[in-house]
Every structure is written in structure tokens, then in C-alpha cells.
């Protein structure tokens, strides 16, 4: 069974840069359209950005411009370059694939 694993995340200040990873177990990963999710305190969980196998990208309104998702079949990797990050962007985020497999999380906190 494909797991996943999401690294990369902490605290940062306003306007500053964080890249997060998300490696996948097994030899699958280039079959599977990839996303990242997050959940604020309070808040419902949200797409933030997903990739298609053939490397076509959809992102949130909010995050349009500063965020930028991007994969590696060849590491079994989907990455989230996440720039010019504001406290709005303070959340656990989640990397999932499009057949229900998520990671564990991981915490990001936008914060001067």
C-alpha cells in the first residue's frame, strides 16, 4: 500500500519562502494525479494545489502567484514552493494522490 510522507514544513515569517515535499512509497507514483490540501484552525480542509500525471496545475485563488506545485517521478516526489507566504497561510498541510491516500501532515506557521 502507497504511503505518504510530507516534510519541509515550520515556522517562517511574513513574505518568506518554504518549500514542502512529499515522497511516495512503492513504484506507483507517476500513475497518480497529485494535491496538496491544508486545514486552518477552525476552518474546513481546502485544495490548495494538484498536478495530473502529465504535469498540468490547478491552484486555489488564494494562493495563485505564490504557490507553485511541481512533481518528480523519478524520486516519487510532489513538491509545494510556497512563496511570499502571509499568517492566512498558517495550516497543517496534506499531500494526497486521487485514489484517498494522504500523509500524515505537517505544519506550517506564517508568523513574525
Known amino acids: 500500500q502507497v504511503q505518504l510522507m510530507e516534510s519541509g514544513g515550520g515556522l517562517v515569517q511574513p513574505g518568506g519562502s518554504l518549500r514542502l515535499s512529499c515522497a511516495a512509497s512503492?513504484?506507483?507514483?507517476?500513475?497518480?494525479?497529485m494535491a496538496w490540501y491544508r486545514r486552518a484552525p477552525g476552518n474546513q480542509r481546502e485544495l490548495v494545489a494538484s498536478?495530473?500525471?502529465?504535469?498540468?496545475?490547478n491552484y486555489a485563488d488564494s494562493v495563485k502567484g505564490r504557490f507553485t506545485i511541481s512533481r518528480d517521478n523519478a524520486k516519487n516526489t510532489v513538491y509545494l514552493q510556497m512563496n511570499g507566504l502571509k499568517p492566512d497561510d498558517t495550516a497543517i498541510y496534506y499531500c494526497?494522490?486521487?485514489?484517498?491516500?494522504w500523509g500524515q501532515g505537517i505544519q506550517v506557521t506564517v508568523s513574525s
Open positions: 498536478i495530473t500525471t502529465g504535469g498540468s496545475t
Open positions: 494526497a494522490n486521487n485514489v484517498g491516500t
Open positions: 512503492g513504484n506507483t507514483f507517476r500513475l497518480y494525479n
